[in-house]
C-alpha cells in the first residue's frame, strides 16, 4: 500500500544563516509572511522549528496567517547541565513556555528531543517523566526524538514516544536500506524525513558542488544530473519521487528561502503524487555509501 506523506516547511532559515546552499542568508520576515501564506493557501500545514534555530520561533508567531491552524514541531534544545533532578523540571518548563509563547500557540502537534543522547543518561528519567507530563496535561499532541543514525535506535527507549525525525534523501538512504524505517513503522511511529536535498546540495549541478566533498561523490553527482538530464525531469522531480515512493513516510520536511522555491518545491511534489513522472522506481542505483559526504555534521567547510 502507497503512503502519500504530507510536505512539512522547515524553518532553520527563518531564524538562522543556515545551509551550505544558502546565499541569501537570514530570511527577511516580510518573505516569510509570503511563504506561511502561500503554504496554506496550497494547502501545506505543518512547520518543523527548535529552540535552538536562533529567532525562528519568535518569527513564526510573529508572521503566522491568523486563524491558519498550522501543526508546529519543535526541539527541545540539547540539555548540557551535569545532573538533573526536579529542581530541572522548572528549566524545562520556562523554556517550553517561552517556546509555546513565541509561537503563540496553546497546543505543540510535536516536540522533540533536539539530542536523542539526552535519553540515554542516568538521569534520563527525570526528562521522560517531564516530556511524559507534557503530553498527559494537552500542551503537546506527539512527543518524539531526532536521530542520526540506526546505531542510536537500538539504545535508545522508545516506549511513550510517537514521532521520529531522521535523515533520508536520495543519496542518503542508509535507513531505509537497512530497515530501520520499516522497524520504526512497524512500532507505529509517525516518521518525518530531514534533510531530504543535503542543505540544497543535491538540487546544484555538480559544476557548482564544494571542494570539501569527496571526488568520487562529485563524480557521482555528475552521473545522476546526466541522468535526469536524459529522462527529461529535474534534480528536484528525482528527490520528491524517491521520498514518495518509500511507502513510510508521514511527512517530508523541506527548508525553503522564498515562495518560488515552495512553489517549485510544490509543483514537483503533486506531479510526483499524481504519477506524471516517467520515472523508474529503482532509487538503489543514486544510493551513496559515504556518510563523510552525506552527513553535514561530517563536512570540512574551511
Not at 511563504?35 to 522549528?49: E, Q, S, V
Not at 528531543?113 to 511524559?132: G, M, P, T
Not at 530497515?179 to 534533510?195: C, V
Request: with cysteine.
Amino acid at each position: 500500500m502507497t503512503i502519500n506523506p504530507h510536505l512539512c516547511i522547515g524553518t532553520a532559515q527563518f531564524g538562522l544563516d543556515y545551509g551550505v546552499t544558502n546565499k541569501k542568508g537570514l530570511i527577511e520576515q516580510k518573505i516569510v509572511r509570503k511563504i506561511l501564506k502561500r503554504a496554506i493557501a496550497k494547502g501545506i500545514n505543518i512547520l518543523d522549528t527548535a529552540q535552538n534555530y536562533g529567532s525562528s520561533e519568535y518569527v513564526i508567531g510573529n508572521n503566522i496567517p491568523f486563524n491558519s491552524h498550522f501543526k508546529i514541531i519543535t526541539k527541545l534544545s540539547p540539555q548540557n547541565q551535569d545532573k538533573w533532578d526536579k529542581s530541572t523540571f522548572n528549566k524545562w518548563e520556562d523554556e517550553i513556555k517561552k517556546s509555546m509563547n513565541l509561537l503563540k500557540i496553546d497546543q505543540l502537534e510535536g516536540l522533540l528531543v533536539h539530542k536523542a543522547s539526552d535519553l540515554l543518561r542516568s538521569d534520563s528519567k527525570y526528562l521522560i517523566n517531564w516530556l511524559f507530563s507534557l503530553k498527559e496535561r494537552g500542551l503537546v499532541n506527539k512527543l518524539g526524538l531526532s536521530i542520526y543514525n540506526d546505531d542510536q535506535i537500538m539504545k535508545l527507549p522508545l516506549d511513550g514516544f510517537q514521532l521520529i525525525q531522521l535523515p533520508l534523501s536520495i543519496y542518503d538512504q542508509t535507513l531505509l536500506q537497512n530497515g530501520t524505517l520499516q522497524f520504526l513503522k512497524e512500532l507505529g511511529f509517525t516518521i518525518y524525513a530531514r534533510s531530504v536535498f543535503l542543505q540544497g546540495l543535491i538540487l546544484q549541478e555538480a559544476d557548482l558542488w564544494p571542494s570539501f566533498l569527496s571526488k568520487e561523490f562529485i563524480n557521482h553527482h555528475h552521473k545522476v544530473c546526466k541522468f535526469t538530464k536524459n529522462n527529461n525531469v529535474s534534480l528536484l522531480d528525482l528527490s520528491l519521487h524517491f521520498l514518495i515512493n518509500c511507502n513510510y513516510l508521514d511527512a517530508v520536511v523541506v527548508g525553503l528561502t522564498s515562495v518560488s522555491e515552495l512553489d517549485s518545491i510544490q509543483s514537483s511534489w503533486e506531479k510526483s503524487i499524481s504519477q506524471k513522472l516517467n520515472l523508474s522506481q529503482n532509487f538503489n542505483q543514486f544510493a551513496w555509501k559515504n556518510p563523510k559526504d552525506t552527513d553535514p555534521r561530517a563536512w570540512n567547510k574551511l
